[in-house]
């Protein structure tokens, strides 16, 4: 399929619309000049004729094939003088006489009026002749500047077309990949320079983020992995009251989140190959097991917690990034609950959390998905909804959410195939 916005086709499309409107110019200038030298010879032509029958003492008609003769006057007018000529004032007119057209010439000589014809059906039938010719110069030239306009698209972006291919075949991996060796010393060449000091930015660049993710995946994980073994043994203490083991119970939840938030951020930082390294996730399983981890977030408040599940859908995701997606959605609806219900319903491509809390005004529904934005009446550090939202985009999720103040909030996600479809194949198309 050929793209219209490709340089190869537009480079050949202006060359062809500029050979195409310089042969029709070109054409139709010898064609317009082409008749006009014809009238004037036409006009020549009767001219001679006129003043060599003037002349005679007796005018008679030229005995020729394509002229013809006539004279009004008072001493002699011509018997034949059609009428569609008879009143024609002195000049030069075209006129039909039954099926013929004649190119007329009249003028006054002396007392006596002129009339000279030139039969023009065969001036017509060459004039036709020609055009055809021009016609088919004109289209010659149109498509031999097509030919000629894709010939000269190929090989003016060919070396553009070499360094597209080079740079869309690259990986994140190659570190040796050199661009300027495909080009030559003009503009591309110095368009492959930029791209090859883009380049080695970039692989610095990357080379930063891995020791970064290596360090923070060893530097968090070991402490909290301390943190929480510590915790356990703590936990097994028969002699601690009622108060320090449910303390212990905070520091080893809030341990946890860390390490599970962690594990999530590491891989929402990798490259995503699309299911190419990612195995099934259980819905249902994992907003169960969020209910349970969630539930303590109720404490002594009047909230009722309802789980419904229609469904027992399957995805290809990684399981701490959905336990993350629908932990903050839980969280949220807790957080902003004092007393009511909250409701989530898992159906076959849609997960719904519904509370009866605060609610939200329609400004801060607007924001409520962005970075770091907080509402009136949040706690947190406006974080929770946007990493949702991430990983929505991620795996072609979409996210929505309705809310009036004072009535609580209803977080609506669709997983569906065709969605996580049209996502791939998207990313397909890019690449």
């Known amino acids: 399929m050929i793209r219209t916005s490709s340089l190869r086709y537009r480079v050949a499309f202006y060359y062809a619309l500029f050979g195409a409107g310089l042969s029709i110019f070109l054409s139709t200038g010898v064609y317009l000049t082409m008749q006009a030298i014809g009238h004037r010879l036409m006009d020549h032509v009767l001219v001679g004729e006129l003043f060599e029958h003037a002349s005679e003492p007796v005018f008679t008609s030229p005995n020729t094939a394509s002229i013809r003769g006539y004279i009004l006057s008072a001493a002699q007018t011509s018997a034949d003088l059609p009428a569609e000529i008879r009143n024609l004032p002195p000049g030069t007119h075209n006129v039909k006489i039954g099926q013929i057209d004649y190119h007329t010439l009249v003028s006054d000589v002396g007392d006596a009026?002129?009339?000279?014809?030139?039969?023009?059906?065969?001036?017509?039938?060459?004039?036709?002749?020609?055009?055809?010719?021009?016609?088919?110069?004109?289209?010659?030239?149109?498509?031999?500047?097509?030919?000629?306009?894709?010939?000269?698209?190929?090989?003016?972006?060919?070396?553009?077309?070499?360094?597209?291919?080079?740079?869309?075949?690259?990986?994140?991996?190659?570190?040796?990949?050199?661009?300027?060796?495909?080009?030559?010393?003009?503009?591309?060449?110095?368009?492959?320079?930029?791209?090859?000091?883009?380049?080695?930015?970039?692989?610095?660049?990357?080379?930063?983020?891995?020791?970064?993710?290596?360090?923070?995946?060893?530097?968090?994980?070991?402490?909290?992995?301390?943190?929480?073994?510590?915790?356990?043994?703590?936990?097994?203490?028969?002699?601690?009251?009622?108060?320090?083991?449910?303390?212990?119970?905070?520091?080893?939840?809030?341990?946890?989140?860390?390490?599970?938030?962690?594990?999530?951020?590491?891989?929402?930082?990798?490259?995503?190959?699309?299911?190419?390294?990612?195995?099934?996730?259980?819905?249902?399983?994992?907003?169960?097991?969020?209910?349970?981890?969630?539930?303590?977030?109720?404490?002594?408040?009047?909230?009722?917690?309802?789980?419904?599940?229609?469904?027992?859908?399957?995805?290809?995701v990684e399981r701490p990034l959905l336990e993350i997606v629908i932990g903050n959605l839980i969280r949220n609806a807790l957080f902003n609950t004092k007393s009511g219900v909250v409701l989530l319903?898992?159906?076959?491509?849609?997960?719904?959390?519904?509370?009866?809390?605060?609610?939200?005004?329609?400004?801060?529904?607007?924001?409520a998905l962005e970075r770091y934005y907080k509402g009136a009446t949040s706690a947190g550090a406006g974080v929770g909804l946007s990493l949702v939202k991430r990983i929505c985009d991620r795996y072609g999720w979409s996210i929505s959410l309705e809310s009036q103040e004072g009535q609580g909030t209803t977080a609506e996600i669709d997983f569906s195939e065709r969605r996580r479809a049209g996502r791939v194949a998207d990313a397909d198309s890019d690449q």
Do not use: W
């Not at 077309?161 to 190659?174: F, N, S």
């Not at 990949?177 to 660049?205: C, H, M, P, Q």
């Not at 319903?345 to 924001?367: F, Y």
């Open 113 to 316: 009026r002129y009339f000279m014809l030139f039969n023009t059906e065969s001036q017509h039938l060459q004039e036709k002749e020609f055009f055809n010719y021009v016609v088919f110069f004109a289209l010659f030239m149109i498509v031999s500047s097509s030919i000629g306009g894709v010939l000269l698209a190929s090989r003016v972006t060919r070396s553009v077309t070499r360094l597209a291919e080079q740079v869309g075949q690259a990986k994140p991996g190659d570190t040796e990949l050199t661009l300027i060796e495909l080009t030559g010393n003009d503009e591309v060449g110095d368009l492959a320079r930029a791209f090859d000091r883009y380049l080695s930015r970039l692989r610095k660049f990357v080379e930063r983020e891995n020791y970064f993710t290596a360090d923070v995946s060893h530097e968090l994980r070991t402490p909290l992995a301390i943190m929480l073994g510590t915790v356990e043994v703590l936990e097994q203490d028969e002699t601690l009251s009622a108060k320090q083991k449910e303390r212990l119970r905070r520091i080893r939840r809030a341990a946890q989140d860390m390490i599970d938030l962690t594990s999530a951020l590491l891989l929402m930082a990798r490259e995503h190959q699309f299911a190419a390294d990612e195995q099934p996730s259980r819905v249902a399983e994992v907003a169960l097991a969020c209910v349970e981890k969630h539930r303590h977030l109720i404490g002594d408040r009047p909230i009722r917690m309802d789980v419904e599940l229609k469904a027992d859908p399957s995805l290809i």
């Open 345 to 367: 319903r898992l159906e076959a491509t849609r997960l719904i959390v519904k509370d009866t809390g605060v609610g939200m005004r329609p400004e801060e529904l607007a924001r």
